[in-house]
């Protein structure tokens, strides 16, 4: 009689066992998709604004070559078409985005913020450690042009914060245009994304119970 009862007990225990890993398993991908899921939206987020902002910086550098025929076709003088390019770009903000022109030193030729005109892009340096000011010379891009994320402090009393910028050459004039919107909002999106999938993942294991008595629980570390 003890050993059916020591039998029994077995069994149900490997049971139970197999039942938990069931479930540990199904929390598992449930966790996977999840995260998946962010990773991915996150990417096409990324590919979203490399091409919106490769669009901007592409119908700047259009503006600016607009002022650089006037000056080969004598209507300008080149000082006269660099200042006039320089005037627009200082005045010209879409919507979220903001346009700058540089130099082949890294200075700061034209920026819709006043504060970062004349300035310097030499203590730049991407998160992949590239020196943007000279990663982005115009020597050293190629007519595709390129992007970068990095941290940009915009005023002076400001912290720094995180940017994204697509960056062309505008080579007959030994330029770089860039093309640059606050990354901040997007890092902030992924968050409160990262929070809801959280939050699914609390409610469904609360309503999971194993061998009646059982549950599940989810902590970091």
């Known amino acids: 009689m003890l050993s059916t009862h020591r039998s029994v007990g077995q069994a149900m225990l490997q049971s139970e066992q197999a039942s938990a890993r069931n479930v540990l398993h199904l929390v598992e991908l449930k966790i996977n998709s ?10 096409d987020i990324l ?13 700047g550098a259009s503006v600016l070559q607009g002022y650089a025929d006037l000056a080969s076709q004598g209507q300008l003088t080149e000082q006269e078409a660099q200042s006039a390019a320089i005037q627009w770009l200082n005045t010209t903000k879409v919507e979220r985005e903001s346009l700058f022109l540089m130099d082949r030193n890294g200075t ?3 920026h819709t913020e006043p504060y970062l005109r004349n300035s310097s892009t030499r203590g730049l340096s991407d998160y992949k450690g590239r020196i943007l000011s000279e990663a982005m010379r115009d020597d050293n891009l190629s007519p595709a042009g390129d992007s970068a994320i990095f941290a940009w402090q915009f005023s002076e009393t400001a912290a720094p914060t995180k940017k994204m910028g697509y960056f062309l050459p505008i080579s007959n004039w030994q330029f ?4 640059v919107v606050d990354f901040e909002d997007i890092e902030a999106e992924s968050q409160q994304k990262m929070l809801t999938i ?5 409610s469904t294991l609360a309503k999971i119970t194993i061998a009646s008595t059982g549950y599940v629980f989810l ?3």
């Open 34 to 43: 999840g995260y998946n899921r962010l990773v991915n939206d996150k990417i």
């Open 47 to 59: 590919k979203r604004l490399e091409k919106e902002l490769h669009y901007i910086a592409a119908t």
């Open 108 to 110: 700061i030729l034209a």
């Open 176 to 179: 770089t245009l860039g093309a």
């Open 198 to 202: 959280i939050d699914e993942l609390r």
């Open 219 to 221: 902590f970091d570390g």
